[in-house]
């Protein structure tokens, strides 16, 4: 048989190894049983007995949060609006494409006529549907028969540390995503909406779950099976429909989000926002067709303007904030983009801290499925994982951790990028109190056949601009992990050595800002009994979270917190069948229940919390 090892280097920054593995005849020693075998008799001694069902199973309920004294962060929106000084608010209501009466305000130029003329030129396709809801459900409370646990795993994780006080457990959905209400109560257009106009298939996001109406029973039922912080995102258009400076606030918008902020607090939770998580305003993307996005001339001012008026609306209730979700994956290969976000997000830090004098987190979230070497005993291999992990992470976090300049493998990949000369640096070094990423999973990594620098310049490679293989294949030829429905596999081994690279690397606390793992044809499943005991995903959550107790307890990582992707199954940009959720949801009723997986990581975290 084979062993694993797994180790780092002692050169911050760099992996020279990730798994080694050492040839082993015969069974795996028991080390937990007494070598001298005292444990068992010499021979076993067989008996009859009185049989009878004895067989017993405690029957436990989900605690709730309970509410206890509020934090404020910043000074409240009175004492702070100088900062965004002449703010108009308007009301514009719902857009129906077949409405029969028509506005005639056409002189004014953020009026109704305005406002619909943007759904009007966006031509949403099919947009012939709603959904149940128009106007907020008040919430209900979730029936003790729903918060019953599921019978546990037969296995469990012996460990016995705890999690640290300030250990941030919660989970996380996105407005694009979740809220539905595309056209609803002033919102405008985002790229996002005509994905399928993209070329991507599936289904539009027109109505997802519902949450927009939803969010208090959703915020109930995160409460009530023991939630503590509930990680969202703010649609920009809802709160700018019209998106540039100057233009007015949707009135609707930002007491739709003012009142979701108070219910989560009210419910005993803390919640956690995202500016933009992929759904920029449609007129910095062509209609949906086009590729400026970041890169517009006119997005990063927009943005920073959004932020602001968002940040002094709510930055005394809420403690942490990220300014862009994974912005590499949206920066259409353009580092025009790379520039924009880097040096937006950084003013927004200082804006923050500086101006608004807050006192919580800001960070960008990041993503990396973690690239480790096919044979980290092989330098090109090695080289190649560096290469892969680099040109994700440090593009953005040399500057923003480190004070340091791009890495080589962006700079190889992008000869024109745009420079970042000392002044950038000074200014954007150390503008962000978390490492914030997303590791669902791990990758194999192998160098290219012609090599990494003649793919970086060569832009019509198959393979750029990341320019190395990737694969789910270990070198022994088996999978890296057990698959799910997507690319996730279930490397909780991986997460380990991957939190020590970052820490060690990057020298700041780490949030595990996404995690999630979408079972394998559960959407195929017709029995919804059989969608809720998601014995897969209990198995990635409970084995995610005791590697970063390890990490934290044996290797001295600072893990700051974990967010779950996502509290419900939902809009997977275009997708429904890639289900994430911890939650299923009924998309025809859009009754949402527990699955045994938010059971079993909640109470992971709560039995693990305290000294006890």
């Given amino acids: 048989m084979l062993f694993e090892l797994a180790f780092l280097s002692s050169y911050a920054g760099v992996v020279y190894g990730q798994q080694v593995y050492l040839p082993a005849e015969g069974p795996v ?24 069902f004895t067989q017993t199973e405690t029957v436990r ?15 409240p929106y009175e004492a702070l609006s100088h900062l965004v000084p002449n703010l108009s608010t308007r009301v514009w209501g719902n857009w129906y494409p077949n409405a029969t009466a028509t506005a005639t305000d056409s002189e004014d130029p953020y009026g109704q006529v305005a406002w619909s003329a943007r759904w009007e030129s966006a031509a949403l396709p099919n947009f012939t549907f709603r959904g149940l809801y128009s106007t907020t459900v008040a919430p209900t409370p979730v029936p003790t028969s729903e918060l019953v646990f599921p019978p546990p795993e037969y296995l469990q994780p012996q460990d016995c540390y705890s999690f640290p006080d300030d250990f941030m457990l919660g989970v996380a959905g996105s407005a694009a995503q979740i809220e539905g209400a595309v056209a609803d109560e002033g919102r405008t257009p985002t790229n996002l909406d005509l994905l399928l106009l993209a070329g991507v298939a599936g289904e539009p996001n027109y109505v997802t779950i519902e949450n927009y109406y939803l969010y208090k029973q959703d915020i109930e039922r995160l409460a ?45 939770m803390k919640p956690v926002a995202t500016l933009t998580h992929f759904d920029g305003p449609l007129q910095f993307y062509g209609n949906g067709q086009g590729s400026d996005g970041y890169a517009n001339e006119t997005f990063a001012d927009a943005f920073v303007n959004y932020g602001k008026i968002v940040m002094t609306h709510f930055a005394d209730r809420v403690p942490v904030w990220f300014t862009y979700n994974e912005p590499l994956l949206f920066s259409n290969n353009d580092p025009r983009s790379i520039d924009t976000v880097i040096k937006s997000h950084a003013r927004l830090y200082h804006f923050y801290h500086d101006v608004l004098n807050g006192t919580g987190k800001i960070s960008i979230k990041f993503n990396d499925n973690f690239g480790v070497p096919l044979d980290p005993e092989n330098p090109d291999d090695v080289n190649a994982a560096n290469h892969f992990n680099e040109y994700q992470l440090a593009t953005f976090a040399n500057p923003i951790f480190l004070g340091k300049d791009y890495p080589e493998a962006f700079k190889i990949t992008f000869p024109n990028y745009v420079p970042l000369t000392a002044e950038d640096l000074a200014y954007i070094n150390g503008t962000a109190d978390l490492f914030s990423v997303d590791p669902y999973t791990a990758t ?19 393979l750029w601009p990341y320019c190395v293989e990737q694969s789910t294949l270990t070198s022994t030829g088996w999978n890296i992990g057990y698959r799910s429905n997507s690319y996730v596999y279930l490397t909780p081994t991986y997460l380990r050595t991957y939190l020590n690279y970052l820490w060690n690397t990057f020298r700041k606390p780490v949030v595990i800002t996404e995690f999630g793992y979408p079972v394998f044809d559960e959407a195929e499943k017709a029995r919804l009994s059989d969608q809720l005991f998601d014995t897969p995903r209990s198995l990635y959550y409970v084995s995610f979270m005791s590697e970063v107790l390890k990490a934290i307890w044996e290797d001295g990582v600072h893990v700051a917190g974990a967010f779950a992707w996502s509290f419900a199954d939902n809009w997977e940009f275009g997708d429904f069948s890639q289900r994430f959720g911890i939650q299923t949801v009924n998309r025809t009723t859009q009754e949402r229940r527990y699955k045994k997986s938010f059971f079993d990581l909640v109470d992971f975290v709560a039995t693990r919390t305290g000294r006890q």
């Fill in 61 to 75: 309920t989900a605690t709730s949060v309970t509410p206890g004294p509020t934090t404020t962060y910043a000074p």
């Fill in 29 to 52: 020693t028991r080390t937990q049983c007494p070598s001298n075998g005292s444990y068992v008799t010499a021979s076993p001694s067989y008996s009859f007995s009185q049989f009878s």
């Fill in 224 to 268: 009530a099976i023991g939630v503590k912080y509930y990680s969202f995102s703010i649609a920009w258009t809802r709160i700018l429909p019209f998106v540039l400076e100057g233009s007015p606030v949707n009135q609707q918008g930002l007491d739709h989000y003012d009142d979701l902020i108070n219910f989560v607090i009210e419910k005993g």
């Fill in 444 to 462: 194999v990594i192998t160098p290219p056949s012609k090599g990494i620098a003649a793919c970086a310049a060569n832009a019509s490679d198959p």
